[in-house]
Every structure is written in C-alpha cells, then in structure tokens.
C-alpha cells in the first residue's frame, strides 16, 4: 500500500498570504497526484489533476507541483472562501488518500 | 449536466449486508473509458477509496476490503451498486459514488450510514 502523508494537518493563514499545503507519498507515485478541496458539509471537489494540471473552472490561485514522492499545492493569494479541507490522492497504485490539511483564517 | 445520487438504508445492525445504489445521469457508464467509483468518508475522517467499475464491466477493489466488497452495474448503465458484507461499527460513514474521469471529478452528495446495534 501507498500511504500519503499530509502536512501540516491544521494551517492558519491571513486573507492574501500565500499559502503551501504538502503531501509525500510512501513511495515514488510519478506524478500520478490529484488534490480535493472540501469544505464543511460538502462533497471534495477536485482542484489540481496529474500533479499539475487545473481542473475547469478552478482558480488560477490554486497551483500544484512536485515529482517522485513529494507534492505541493499552493494558493496564490488566499481568499476567506479557500477555507475547507484539502486532500491529497495517488492514483499510481490502487488509490489512496492523505489524512487532509485543515486550512482556517487567521 | 452530469449528476450522482447515492441511495442506502441509513442504518443496519453488525454483520449484517450494507447495498448501496448509486443512480447517475448527464452520461453513460457504457462509453469508453469511463469508469463509476465508491469512496467513503468517516464523520471528521479521510476519504477511503472502495471499489470501481468500468465501462467495461471491469471490477476494481481496494485490497484491505475486497473480500467484503461486491461492485456491479445495471445493463442499462445508469445505476452502480455496492454491497460490503459483514460490516461493524468500523463501517460507519458517508458514502460517496463518483465519477472518474482525469481525477474523481463528479461526486454524488454522499449517504450516512450508521453501523449500530
């Protein structure tokens, strides 16, 4: 099994503040990344496929990177409607999850 | 519009069946690579990813629960199921079905269900 691993689990950040979320895979999961938001009550949504690529109608705030076994999703200029939930997801092996970074305003 | 709805008993009692239909439309299951899955979420908890089924009729299942788990389709390709057996408390949570496409990209609004005696 893949296991993903998020940090940090709980980040306060300021409206406007760019803001970094990591997720880093047992092993090398190439590229094969995706990246949910959820937010309280709601169904995930997904943000950033295949590491890298934008879903349609995402904001272009929302950017993903990374390679081998570690991954980031930044947001360029946190806005109060981010706050939710991320989730990180390999699709290399089978699917897994990472236990999710909680993001709240400062 | 692609929309998903899932649909289950709310709560059953420990080792009993749980049967989930998850009911869709705004496409079809029958094109080509297009591929339903279930994904569940205990309260406050990640997701677990549980099961797929394929245009293809082609079954996929997470390996810690396979030997619980049942998926399948309807031949009209707009409902899929899902059937774990046994199930404890350990098997309380949303119930989410969802359609994959690059990334889980449509997702129902999920169903409680509660393990409980």
């Known amino acids: 099994d893949i296991q993903m691993t998020q940090s940090p689990s709980l980040l306060s950040a300021s409206v406007g503040d760019r803001v970094t979320l990591s997720c880093k895979a047992s092993q090398n999961i190439y590229k094969y990344l995706n990246w949910y938001q959820q937010k309280l009550g709601e169904a995930p949504k997904l943000l950033i496929y295949y590491t890298n690529s934008l879903q349609t109608g995402i904001p272009s705030r929302f950017s993903g990177s990374g390679s081998g076994t570690d991954y980031t999703l930044t947001i360029s200029s946190l806005q109060p409607e981010d706050v939710a939930t991320y989730f990180c997801q390999q699709y290399n092996s089978w699917w897994t999850f990472g236990g999710g970074t909680k993001l709240e305003l400062k | 519009q692609v929309t998903l709805k899932e649909s289950g008993p709310g709560m059953l009692q420990p080792s009993k069946t749980l049967s989930l239909t998850c009911s869709f439309s705004g496409f079809s299951l029958s094109t080509s690579g297009m591929v339903v899955s279930w994904i569940r979420q205990p309260s406050g908890k990640s997701l677990e990813w549980l099961a797929a089924i394929d245009w293809d009729g082609d079954k996929y299942y997470n390996p810690s629960l396979k030997s619980r788990l049942t998926v399948s389709k309807d031949t009209s390709n707009t409902q899929v199921f899902l059937k774990i057996t046994s199930v404890d408390t350990a098997d309380t949570a949303t119930y989410y079905c969802?359609?994959?496409?690059?990334?889980?990209?449509?997702w129902g609004q999920g169903v409680m269900v509660t393990v409980s005696s």
């Open positions: 969802a359609r994959v496409t690059m990334g889980i990209t449509d």
